[in-house]
DNA sequence: CATAATTTGTCCGTATGTATC
DNA sequence: GGATACATACGGACAAATTAT
């Protein structure tokens, strides 16, 4: 590794990335993987270092951008921990909608429906083939007591085997990484204003045509493949979402 | 600097900063100050560590901050040069409305109202006393030939002295940074879906009672005051906004 | 067009401080 | 207190990109 071939020639190959982008995306493999699993402690960084024959500073530099990427955390003193889909991280990374007059709540759910089939539209966003099998859940989220979104969830059938069957938990990227391996690494959303329909009106408590924040969000997997596409309608009279420009 | 009171002391002082960080609140007010404006260049990595007397490793690290920040930007073979508001800038940073079937676009202006006087709630917005004077510039704005956002911009009146009697650009954040030496550093927003109401649909083409995109935006400067309030409201039957979750 | 000078990008290695167990 | 791990700071060597000569 320390005396790349990429390195060696005169020119650069055309697909060069830097060293330490190369520790990089192993470790990100490794974690990807399930080598190193949520929560668990890496080996330190002079280990690490050791093992792929480069310099600490460059293991450093590659945990620098997984720590600002948040697959990492690191502590002082203690190590680089792998980074878990608790509750609070998803409270902060994925969930947007704030209560007005209050803190940073997590949503209660309560599933409606979950079946498997064909979905082309759902198959189209997610990257599959048209006629692949779909799963689609949809549940109802409730923020201070109230009744405040409704969304639906579709995941590609293949990548969670049987989950049909199971009980669903309200914190779902945990489920997909600890019982499916599948962890989910960004999302990208778009946000729009929409009128309520009479079934969207009635499940969320409010009049048909009353305005509700639409959110489509479609979430990547760490080897970023698109792995869920949810559409969530939100009230939005008690609360609004959040998003910070830097 | 190098042999800092911090270091010496056995304990760390309470509000001890790290040395890099020290040195990049020390570039950070430079650039605020107005000593280094926007697409200077800065002086070269080796020259700043001489100056301040620190290894060129620390500034390196206090320039990757900012590098992050959008505060700078580096390229290689040329210098690090202070960021500027250009559209491109603007258009990928502050201004997250898409087109639905398009690509991202600058919106044209048109101004409709430009006022002083005295405005309790904005004041309370931008961190002002309740009679501080207040400038408040309405504008309705067009994206892929549709008038698309009606919104409502406040200002703190001591810090932009002789706005009212200017010609006021598209661009407002580069007015803001090359006229009256206000950088904004970065904007925190919150989004609702509301109803129109009757002056709003007039002025956006739509039916009194369509939903729309509320957009409340408080942006601060680079000392981190908030500098200006920003009430959008966006139609999102033809764009939609985005917001990457990383 | 070729070369040199300048500047950032990458990579390396060491020493010391701080937090935790 | 000692051992271990990350955090900070330092400084140097070479590569790559750009600009000036």
Redesign the pocket.
């Known amino acids: 590794m320390?005396h790349d071939a990429m390195?060696m020639a005169g020119k650069?190959t055309l697909g060069f990335r830097?060293?330490?982008?190369q520790v990089r995306d192993i470790l990100v493999k490794r974690i990807a993987d399930g080598v190193w699993q949520a929560g668990q402690m890496?080996p330190?960084?002079?280990e690490i270092a050791a093992e792929l024959d480069?310099?600490?500073?460059?293991v450093?530099?590659a945990?620098d951008e997984m720590t600002a990427e948040n697959l990492v955390v690191?502590?002082?003193?203690?190590?680089?921990f792998v980074a878990k889909h608790d509750d609070a991280r998803i409270l902060f990374q994925f969930f947007k909608l704030i209560p007005d007059s209050s803190v940073r709540e997590f949503p209660d759910s309560k599933v409606l429906n979950l079946t498997s089939g064909i979905n082309p539209e759902a198959a189209s966003q997610l990257g599959l083939g048209r006629r692949d099998c779909v799963l689609v859940l949809d549940r109802i989220r409730t923020l201070a007591g109230q009744a405040c979104v409704l969304e639906r969830i579709c995941l590609p059938a293949a990548l969670f085997p049987g989950l049909e069957k199971r009980e669903v938990p309200n914190n779902l990227y945990q489920l997909y990484a600890m019982e499916f391996g599948v962890t989910i690494g960004h999302a990208s959303e778009k946000l729009k204003a929409v009128a309520a329909t009479g079934e969207e009106a009635q499940h969320l408590g409010v009049a048909v045509g009353e305005p509700l924040l639409r959110v489509d969000r479609l979430a990547f997997s760490l080897d970023q493949r698109p792995v869920e596409w949810r559409v969530s309608l939100c009230r939005t009279d008690q609360a609004h979402y959040i998003s910070d420009l830097r």
Do not use: F, I, M
Request: proline share 15%; net charge positive.
């Open positions: 320390k390195h650069p830097p060293l330490y982008r890496l330190s960084e002079p480069v310099s600490p500073g460059t450093r530099k945990l690191r502590r002082q003193g203690r190590g680089t």
